[in-house]
Antibody
Framework: EVQLLESGGGTVQPGGSLRLSCAASGFTFDTSAISWVRQAPGKGLEWISAINSRGTTYYAGSVKGRFTISRDNSKSTVDLQVNSLTAEDTGFYYC??????????????WGQGTLVTVSS | SNELTQALSMSVALGQTATITCGTDNIGSKEVHWYQQRAGQAPVLVIYRDSSRPSGIPDRFAGSNSGNTATLTITRVEAGDEADYYCQLWDRRWMFGGGTKLTVL
């Protein structure tokens, strides 16, 4: 069974930083691409970052330059370093295992999410 | 258009059929995926590649995609189907629809 367990969320002041982590199990981690998708309170889903099996990284424009995604295949973890946080970054952050290939991608498994609250 | 348009909300009577749409120019040329998100829970994939169902998803859920509209159809709607439903596709970037809140009467 695929399991994705996020951690690292919390309350931080504007301008602050957090390191979110996703611990994966139940699938071949080192050949899988992982995304982070966030959801502001009462709002829809927003893809923000991904890392493929080769370690190539991708970012949404809204977070580029502030967020950094990385992976450790030896630990089956993906981290998201989030810096320079603003109130607009508040929400649940979901770790998501990607399905598909060659220009067709979807999320086939989701974690339960970790809540980031940016507030003074 | 490069946005995926979904109705904000819809309601359906218990046992009836719900039809949830997702629209953008020529969406039929892309492969669309659908997620269900019950209140307070993480999303769950219910349809991928327009019409395929992951294991464990009942055959009451069906998808189609043509022209400018992709459709998620839920037949014999149950109380547990009450949720937000999001469409998604990848077109050089990840795109999600704004979500449709399905209320079961």
């Amino acid at each position: 069974e695929v399991q994705l367990l996020e951690s690292g969320g919390g309350t931080v002041q504007p301008g602050g930083s957090l390191r979110l982590s996703c611990a994966a199990s139940g699938f071949t981690f080192d050949t899988s691409a992982i995304s982070w998708v966030r959801q502001a309170p009462g709002k829809g889903l927003e893809w923000i970052s991904a890392i493929n099996s080769r370690g190539t990284t991708y970012y949404a424009g809204s977070v580029k330059g502030r967020f950094t995604i990385s992976r450790d295949n030896s630990k089956s973890t993906v981290d998201l370093q989030v810096n320079s946080l603003t109130a607009e970054d508040t929400g649940f952050y979901y770790c998501a295992k990607e399905g598909g290939h060659s220009g067709v991608y979807w999320v086939d498994s989701w974690g339960q999410g970790t809540l980031v609250t940016v507030s003074s | 258009s490069n946005e995926l348009t979904q109705a904000l909300s819809m309601s359906v009577a218990l046992g009836q059929t719900a039809t949830i749409t997702c629209g953008t120019d020529n969406i039929g040329s892309k492969e669309v995926h659908w997620y269900q998100q019950r209140a307070g829970q993480a999303p769950v994939l219910v349809i991928y590649r327009d019409s395929s169902r992951p294991s464990g998803i009942p055959d009451r859920f069906a998808g189609s995609n043509s022209g400018n509209t992709a459709t998620l159809t839920i037949t014999r709607v149950e109380a547990g189907d009450e949720a937000d439903y999001y469409c998604q596709l990848w077109d050089r970037r990840w795109m999600f629809g704004g979500g449709t809140k399905l209320t079961v009467l």
